[in-house]
């Protein structure tokens, strides 16, 4: 079993920064991948950011430029930041955190999600 737990979400205004932190409760035998995914009041849950355990960075277009995901730390039991600029009340919603990957080499390859974090941008 492996637990994430995001945190760091907050009330803010518009053009203020915050900094979201997924921490993970164990090693993995291996990752695939990491990455944020987020959701709006009322909406689907939808992707944000991602990296690739090799290093490559992806992101939806409406966040280029402002969000920055980073992995700091063990590459087995990662820490995952989502540094947030320029915060637009369309960002409002719940962000998690999720790891694809291998828990140990015995088991095979799923995806895991933390709880979630409220991100709530409103002058």
């Known amino acids: 079993q492996v637990y994430l737990v995001e945190s760091g979400g907050n009330l803010v205004q518009p053009g203020e920064s915050l900094t979201l932190s997924c921490e993970v409760s164990r090693e993995f035998h291996s990752i695939a991948t990491m990455a944020w995914y987020r959701q709006a009041p009322g909406k689907q849950r939808e992707f944000v950011a991602m990296?690739?355990?090799?290093?490559?960075?992806?992101?939806t277009e409406h966040v280029k430029g402002r969000l920055t995901i980073s992995i700091p730390g063990n590459p087995f039991q990662p820490t995952l930041l989502l540094q947030m600029n320029s915060l637009k009340s369309e960002d409002t919603g719940v962000y998690y955190c999720?790891?694809?990957?291998?828990?140990?080499?015995?088991?095979?390859?799923?995806?895991?999600w933390g709880k979630g974090t409220l991100v709530a941008v409103a002058s």
């Open positions: 990296r690739d355990a090799n290093g490559p960075t992806n992101y």
């Open positions: 999720t790891i694809a990957g291998w828990l140990t080499d015995r088991l095979s390859r799923r995806t895991y």
